[in-house]
Every structure is written in structure tokens, then in C-alpha cells.
């Protein structure tokens, strides 16, 4: 098993920026791609970003390209989730996911409980 929890949600102004982090316990020997995915109200669990186990590879969204940053550090079992120039539209509720696939899937094997992102105008 493995838990993630997220943190550094909160009420960001658009064109600042903000980084979210995800902690891993339990089975973190074992090699996983991790991922974002965000859900905003009243619409469906989107896939933002991913990353490999090794951090070699990175892939993502369309809609956040060149603006959000994945990244990890295995030594601390965290992935980060860098957003710079966020936008009202990137208000959601972000989780933290960990798969044996990559880019990891929709349906991962691990979830966490998310943390809010506000994007003010």
C-alpha cells in the first residue's frame, strides 16, 4: 500500500504562482510514475501531468503546458506540482496519484485526498 497526501493548496492570484507537493508513504521501494489530476466543480477528474520513476520523463496536459512543472525527489518519496501563471480555469481540487503505468492512468492504483487550488482573477 501506499498513501499520498497532498499539500500547498490555496487562494492564488492569476500570473502568480504556487507549488503543490505530494508526500508518499508505505510501499515507496516500489517504482512508480506518479501524476496530477485536477477536478473542477461539477466536471469530470482531468489528468494534468505525469512523471517517471526515474524523473526522465515528463508528459502533459495540453492545457497547462509550458506553464505547470512536474517534478520528484525520490530521496524525500515527493512529487511536486509547480504552477506558474495560473489562471482562473485552473481552480480545481488537485490530487496526487502514483501507478505502475506511465503516463500514469485515469484510474491509478493510488489516489490521494487532494488539496484546493483557487485561482483569483
Known amino acids: 500500500q501506499v498513501q499520498l497526501v497532498e499539500s500547498g493548496g490555496g487562494l492564488v492570484q492569476a500570473g502568480g504562482s504556487l507549488r503543490l507537493s505530494c508526500a508518499a508513504s508505505g510501499r515507496t521501494s516500489s517504482r512508480y510514475a506518479m501524476g496530477w489530476f485536477r477536478q473542477a466543480p461539477g466536471k469530470e477528474r482531468d489528468f494534468v501531468a505525469s512523471i517517471t520513476w526515474g524523473g526522465g520523463s515528463t508528459y502533459y496536459a495540453d492545457s497547462v503546458k509550458g506553464r505547470f512543472t512536474i517534478s520528484r525527489d525520490n530521496a524525500k518519496n515527493t512529487v511536486y506540482l509547480q504552477m506558474n501563471s495560473p489562471k482562473p480555469e485552473d481552480t480545481a481540487v488537485y490530487y496526487c496519484?502514483?501507478?505502475?503505468?506511465?503516463?500514469?492512468?485515469?484510474?491509478?492504483?493510488?489516489w490521494g485526498q487532494g488539496t484546493q487550488v483557487k485561482v483569483s482573477s
Open positions: 496519484a502514483a501507478d505502475g503505468t506511465y503516463p500514469v492512468r485515469a484510474t491509478p492504483n493510488y
